[in-house]
């Protein structure tokens, strides 16, 4: 064994070591449409009034971290996304109305001396709110509706150290807040007091108002044992407004937790029940392990020895990516369980590229041994895993930066996934067959490493000789007619935009019996929701998506489902503002965009420009084919459906990315080919690379289809685009991408 191989098997063992001590020591965080519970982004919305400095969202993130741990929720995670929004996750929660609504209240405590009551002809002017010159309005109710004009505030929620809630049935206050002061606090508090004990007893100026957001929650008169002038002494203070528990609760939590320094806004709130979580594991952990088991057999059936090496090397690859999840502390979620699944079939890529090359190398050369065939492999073979591999991570790189929620995690797991991918077949995959194919018995035995033979599909192009560009221009017809075809169902049949993409409101129940969509648009209609979209998915599913929608308009949805069933479980409860929604329509088009751009200008660097034309055309029509599909299928187009789109991307270009390699490589090493027709060159490039298509293209549909199968209904549309993508995605780079870039290439001369 040479001292190279000695050092690979070396780094192998310790990333394999490494990786195994950081998956059993280091838990993955699940995110929350795996483990249930609630997700809710609020975005700032400073005013005129308010403080809007460079660290106004993080001292907002402290004061909401504030809430919910008085909330008592086990786990959550606050996070800042962006330079106006607040992702807050709370694990176990599954009403998110009430949850926004304590975090969402500004809770602007203060105190304020009454100036007296105000006639009814100023209730307009209470009822219009602040005014942009004044912090509070001059005119507000009290707790029985009469009208108080206020005098400016005298004291904030600041002066408060802690509020609690208090039950006191002796004396009948019922559930009442305590409020205690700090500091200069106490000295105002007491001045306050004394001021208004100043008055005469029934005086409306001897009342303090208790103003809580622009609402009185209390303004009790001064008692008359308070002398003028003295005020009341202690620093502390009662606030009475007839509370039940969680009202006196839910005041003291929010004063406690203080203000938020700008007013909030819900965007989107997400609530998964934790059933469908434990399903959605336990769906993609049967994904996983039927499709490694297809993938694997198929492998060891088509390359024997080495397949059965690649199969080891791809339980290490899922070995490997969980642990860099782990260790980078990144969110699991459902999309980022597909990512994971579908990486075994990228990784099984890098296996094909290196022994259909060490199968040409034995080949070429009459018979060398195993093992330099296999390292000739490996050597000519870096190049196209290189090119593929950074396309896919492209793609996953702006599924990161422009893509949001548990598509944002796909894009992070696929990336790891990519490049985990790439450790097992060039470190770990390479480090066993350099073991395996130094054994002295199959020196004499090359037919059991499997590159001792060219393999069927290379042998029935051998025995057939296809010319398969002969006529480039009829493959490019092919193709303008599916792109025809699929503009047609774009056209006539439109495309559903998800809610994300709308904004509005969408709710998936679980329903005792299957239901007929068209009687549960019926219900909904006589309900007085007559543009509701339902969709069944699954046996016993139903989907019902509507626009914005009420807490009071979303039970009555409930209710109607409810009504044609003995049974309707929430699932899952996904609300969009219209203003996020337009945010992330704007930014799907700009992902495809760039996507589309940096793999133009990677292309182009890596190999000419004409071949990267070629190839982003050919990537331009797998999207308008993909989305064609959809829209004749009537299938959401929604931020899932992003992701496999940019994935198909990814994908698609890995194709056309080995047959310009191969392209390339003929060009520059035989000078034979100067005088050979640029089609000719093209074509017995096609040719040496499609065993290599054929096999990956197989091995990620045996991937998808399992992920299809067992992946649950969450996955189905997902799958279904990858698998669509796939086949359009190996026609295109094919016959589309080749053939284009031979006619552009003769057309120049």
């Not at 622009?214 to 009790?220: E, N, Q, T, Y």
């Not at 990516?321 to 980078?328: F, N, V």
């Not at 065939?373 to 950074?390: H, Q, T, V, W, Y």
């Not at 989907?543 to 309707?568: E, F, K, P, W």
């Amino acid at each position: 064994m040479t001292r190279a191989q000695r050092i690979r098997g070396l780094l192998a063992l310790a990333i394999v070591a490494l990786s195994l001590y950081v998956a059993m020591s280091v838990p993955v965080h699940l995110g929350l449409d795996l483990r249930g519970g609630t997700q809710i982004v609020l975005e700032t919305r400073p005013t005129a009034d308010d403080d809007d400095g460079p660290d106004t969202v993080d001292r907002t993130v402290e004061v909401l971290r504030g809430r919910v741990d008085a909330l008592g929720v086990a786990e959550p995670t606050i996070v800042r996304s962006g330079s106006d929004r607040i992702v807050v996750e709370l694990p176990g929660v599954q009403d998110p109305a009430e949850a926004a609504e304590v975090l969402g209240r500004t809770a602007r405590l203060s105190f304020h001396h009454v100036l007296g009551t105000a006639p009814d002809a100023d209730a307009t002017e209470a009822a219009a709110g602040p005014r942009p010159d004044q912090s509070r309005p001059p005119v507000l109710p009290d707790e029985s509706g009469q009208l108080l004009r206020l005098d400016a505030a005298v004291m904030t929620g600041k002066d408060v150290e802690k509020a609690a809630a208090r039950f006191d049935a002796q004396s009948g206050a019922g559930w009442h807040v305590t409020v205690e002061f700090k500091d200069a606090g106490r000295d105002r508090w007491a001045a306050l007091t004394g001021e208004a004990a100043c008055r005469p007893a029934g005086d409306p100026a001897r009342r303090v108002a208790i103003v809580l957001d622009d609402r009185i929650v209390s303004s009790p008169q001064v008692d008359p044992s308070v002398r003028c002038g003295a005020g009341i002494g202690g620093g502390s203070t009662q606030i009475n407004g007839a509370f039940d528990d969680g009202e006196a609760r839910e005041l003291a939590l929010l004063v406690n937790g203080g203000a938020l320094p700008v007013p909030v806004e819900t965007v989107e709130e997400r609530t998964v029940g934790p059933t469908l979580g434990a399903q959605a594991i336990t769906a993609s952990v049967w994904a996983a392990a039927v499709g490694s088991t297809l993938t694997a057999l198929f492998v060891i059936a088509v390359y024997r020895l080495l397949g059965a090496l690649a199969a080891v090397a791809l339980l290490c690859y899922g070995l490997i990516s969980y642990a860099a999840l782990a260790a980078l502390g990144a969110t699991l979620t459902l999309p980022g369980l597909a990512g994971f699944v579908l990486a075994i079939g990228m990784a099984v890529d890098a296996n094909v590229l290196v022994f259909e090359r060490a199968r040409e190398e034995y080949a070429a050369h009459h018979r060398p041994t195993p093992r330099s065939a296999l390292a000739a492999g490996f050597r000519n073979a870096l190049s196209a895993i290189a090119d593929s591999n950074i396309t896919t991570l492209i793609a996953a790189g702006l599924l990161f930066l422009l893509a949001s929620g548990p598509v944002r995690g796909f894009g992070v797991t696929l990336g790891i996934g990519v490049l985990a991918s790439m450790v097992s077949a060039l470190v770990i995959t390479r480090a066993l067959a350099d073991l395996a194919v130094s054994r002295p018995g199959l020196r004499r035995r090359p037919h059991l490493t499997g590159i001792a033979h060219t393999g069927a599909v290379r042998d029935r192009l051998a025995r057939g000789n296809p010319r398969l560009l002969r006529h480039p221009r009829r493959w490019l017809a092919a193709s303008a007619a599916a792109l025809v075809l699929a503009g047609a169902g774009i056209a006539l049949r439109g495309l559903d935009f998800g809610i994300e993409f709308t904004g509005g409101r969408q709710v998936e129940y679980a329903t005792a019996t299957p239901v007929d969509p068209d009687r549960a648009r019926a219900a909904l209609a006589d309900a007085g929701f007559p543009h509701a979209v339902v969709q069944t998915s699954g046996e016993n599913r139903l989907t019902v998506r509507t626009g914005q929608l009420t807490t009071a308009q979303a039970n009555a949805v409930g209710t109607a489902v409810g009504d044609l069933t003995s049974r309707a479980d929430e699932l899952r409860d996904e609300t969009i503002g219209p203003s996020l929604g337009k945010e992330l329509r704007r930014g799907a088009l700009i992902a495809l965009a760039v996507a589309l751009g940096a793999q133009l200008v990677y292309l182009a660097v890596r190999f000419r420009l004409l071949l990267g034309t070629a190839a982003v055309a050919a990537l331009a029509h797998d999207v308008v084919i993909l989305v064609g599909v959809f829209a004749w299928l009537g299938k959401p187009v929604d931020g899932v459906f992003l992701a496999a789109l940019l994935t198909v991307i990814g994908y698609s270009v890995n194709d056309s990315v080995v047959v310009f390699d191969r392209l390339r490589e003929l060009t520059r090493h035989a000078d034979k080919e100067r005088e050979t027709p640029f089609r000719d060159i093209a074509g017995r490039a096609l040719q040496q690379t499609l065993p290599r298509t054929v096999n990956t293209g197989t091995g990620a549909a045996l991937i998808l289809t399992a992920l299809a199968g067992f992946g649950g209904d969450s996955l189905t549309d997902f799958a279904l685009a990858l698998l669509i993508g796939l086949a359009v995605g190996t026609y295109s780079s094919m016959f589309t991408a080749t053939p284009l870039a031979v006619v552009l290439q003769e057309r120049r001369r």
